[in-house]
């Protein structure tokens, strides 16, 4: 299986931004294919943004406009740029692996 590990999550306030990392040990066994969700304490698992090579992206309507999700092919990397944060995008944030691969998650927090 592919290893799948989720960094840059943090507590800041309402507005600010943060960029999320997620490494895979090879992206090609995620046929290229890389997903973020999140999900709050005790909520369901709720689907973010995806990515598919070479350019093709999806966003959740609660995000769009202001996460951007893109790749680095040669750092078997994907990330999420999350700006203008409010605290309803408070949770523990997912990666996905197409195939059924998900990370541990990092937590995000944003007060108001």
């Known amino acids: 299986q592919v290893a799948v590990a989720e960094s840059g999550g943090d507590s800041v306030q309402a507005g600010g931004s943060l960029r999320l990392s997620c490494v895979v040990s090879?992206?090609?066994?995620?046929?290229?294919?890389m997903r973020w969700y999140r999900q709050r304490p005790g909520g369901e698992r709720q689907f973010v943004s995806r990515?598919?090579?070479?350019?093709?992206?999806t966003y959740a309507d609660s995000v769009k406009g202001r996460f951007i999700i893109s790749e680095d092919m040669a750092k078997n990397t994907i990330y999420l740029q999350m700006n203008n944060l409010n605290p309803e995008d408070t949770a523990m944030y997912l990666c996905?692996?197409?195939?059924?691969?998900w990370g541990q998650g990092t937590q995000v927090t944003i007060s108001s």
């Open positions: 990515f598919i090579a070479p350019t093709t992206t």
């Open positions: 090879r992206f090609s066994f995620c046929r290229y294919d």
């Open positions: 996905y692996c197409r195939g059924g691969n």
